[in-house]
């Protein structure tokens, strides 16, 4: 078994759509990036790729190629998951923390982990979403941006 850390943040913009696993959620404002700016996701391929001792998403999908500009960042998702796959890679679990003040994601976290499910192949109980606060400190505590951190863990072999 092999185990992985994802972090990110993204600073949050008005006329952005705030999109969290995959999921709109109807906000004020958005994550600024290159892609959909999806920082859940984005922690998650980062835990994924460093369990298989692979580069980062920076390297995968570089922020510089004008292909990735607005890319959903679930279908990035499933080409990390294929990636892990040619190595005879699975997913055993996925654990994430979303840090934010507002939106509250609890109403979203049935949605969040359909499209994890069904993007690294992975059964939903084996899906771990919570959200906490940063108690008013911070970038995310001021409410300037959103993080995630993510532990993944994978195995080599016969998948279960």
């Given amino acids: 078994m092999y185990i992985g850390f994802g972090y990110d943040t993204h600073r949050l913009k008005k006329g952005r759509e705030l999109i969290l696993g995959g999921v709109k959620i109807a906000a004020s404002e958005g994550l600024d990036g ?51 796959k040619k190595q005879n890679f699975s997913v055993n679990n996925v654990d994430v923390t979303v840090i934010a003040e507002a939106p509250r994601i609890c109403p979203f976290i049935d949605d969040i982990k359909e499209n ?36 993944a863990s994978i195995r080599q072999g016969k998948k279960r």
Avoid: C, Q
């Fill in 116 to 151: 994890i499910s069904k993007a690294i192949e992975l059964k939903k109980e084996r899906i771990g979403i919570k959200a906490t606060t940063n108690e008013k400190m911070g970038f995310a505590g001021r409410g300037e941006g959103i993080a995630a951190a993510v532990v």
């Fill in 34 to 84: 290159h892609s959909d700016a999806d920082v859940l996701v984005h922690a998650l391929m980062d835990a994924l790729l460093g369990a298989a001792g692979l580069s980062d998403i920076g390297y995968f999908f570089p922020d510089t190629d004008p292909k990735y500009k607005d890319v959903s960042s679930i279908s990035l998702l499933e080409s990390v998951y294929k990636e892990l």
